[in-house]
């Protein structure tokens, strides 16, 4: 067994592979196989490869996860290759039964503190990311005072959601860095102000559309912008 690339922290000899294609074992021929092991560059099932008295626990349950590997004597990490990113991805571990019922039998021992823990920093999260998409708010109004608070609010609210990976979760975002801000508008305006949407619908490719809107996008924020200016004087 192998590490293949795009599998960062796996070990050599301690992964096996969810196939995206049909593949058969080089050793016994059965196939198609849900699941495999590189030998030598060649595919072989589990009991091939001395794994068959393994289970798979699917990832999700990390504390479950966790203390399967520590309970189990042997434990192999289960991938499968994301074409759209270019990588392979944890899907589950095999562990030894045994070593899963124990450690099942220790997550039920101390369900109801985990779950309190849980829930206290689910809590912790949600008010830091109130705290963020205020002071989000408040750096899109300085940059735009033209732009009204709910509107401030809501570019804030969508650009810092949690684990959405949009400009407000990037370390410039997390730094309120004027780029960020800036972007963050920017694709509101696009979406809400122009007719974008409607172009891609028709099937305009995305740059061009941008194109097209680009004049639109700057008139908006151009008043947004100058609205503090006339304010001023």
Known sequence: MTTLPGTPGARPGLLAVQPLRRRR????????????????GVPRCPDCADLGHLVFLPRGDTALTRRAREESGLSVV??????????YERQGVLVEATGLA?????????????????????????EQDARFAEAFAAEIRRLFPGCPAGRAREIAAHASLRGSGRVGRSAAGRALSEGAVVSAVVASVRHVDTGYDRLLMNGVPRHEARRRIAADVETV?????????????
Request: glycine content about 6%.
């Open 25 to 40: 074992c080089a050793a016994c021929r059965r196939g198609p196989l849900p699941l495999l092991v590189l030998e030598d």
């Open 78 to 87: 289960v991938v499968r290759f994301n074409r759209r990113k270019g990588r």
């Open 102 to 126: 124990r450690a099942e039998r220790r997550c039920l021992a101390d369900a109801d503190v985990r779950r309190r823990r849980r829930t206290r920093d689910a809590r912790r999260r949600a």
């Open 221 to 233: 924020l151009r008043d947004w912008r100058e609205a503090g200016i006339d304010s001023a004087g």
